[in-house]
């Protein structure tokens, strides 16, 4: 039960590991509730029936942040909120091992755009293993601003290369939205 500094936090409704699923969704539509994911992300069928259903899912990286956030809620206070918007999923089709570069993943985008200049993610059976950015973003042997939904391209992370195929990169970009109290 998450607390700091020996104060309690809200009870939550409910809570368990592994991926966001359609069951989290209804759970939390019928109570009115959002759902905060600490790294980990709702699956597609989960994420298709939040929207239809207009429950809000957070994601957050920082437990810090999270905590943060639910005591902001309980106590009404408001703050500049850092939004992600997630613009693309790739998924890793195959891992290719390049001279100089190192790995780089043979992708589809399967949804959205993928962006260089945009923060990544890569997810492993629907959890976070690692956050940061593109080091390349090719369409065949060229590179490229972005990838659209439905084309193929390469992908190398900076820093990083536990890449597997069937891993799935989530391609996001924030923005700082000051909260109004209306």
Do not use: W
Request: proline share 3%.
């Amino acid at each position: 039960h998450p607390h700091r500094n020996g104060e309690l936090l809200p009870e939550p409704l409910r809570y368990g590991v592994g991926a966001i699923t359609e069951t989290d969704v209804g759970l939390a539509e019928a109570s009115g509730a959002p759902i905060m994911g600490f790294n980990v992300r709702a699956n597609a069928s989960a994420r298709n029936t939040a929207n239809q259903k207009g429950v809000e899912i957070r994601y957050y990286s920082v437990i810090y942040d999270l905590v943060d956030d639910v005591k902001a809620a309980a106590s009404g206070l408001l703050s500049a909120e850092i939004r992600e918007t997630f613009i693309g999923y790739a998924e890793i089709k195959e891992v290719f091992k390049v001279s100089g570069v190192g790995k780089v993943a043979g992708c589809l985008v399967t949804e959205g755009v993928a962006r260089r200049s945009a923060g990544v993610r890569l997810l492993r059976d629907s959890v976070v293993i690692h956050e940061g950015t593109l080091k390349t973003l090719k369409r065949f042997k060229d590179e490229v601003p972005e990838v659209q939904s439905g084309q193929e391209c390469g992908m190398a992370f900076e820093n990083y290369d536990d890449i597997r195929a069937g891993d799935v990169i989530e391609i996001f970009e924030r923005q700082e939205i000051e909260r109004k109290l209306t």
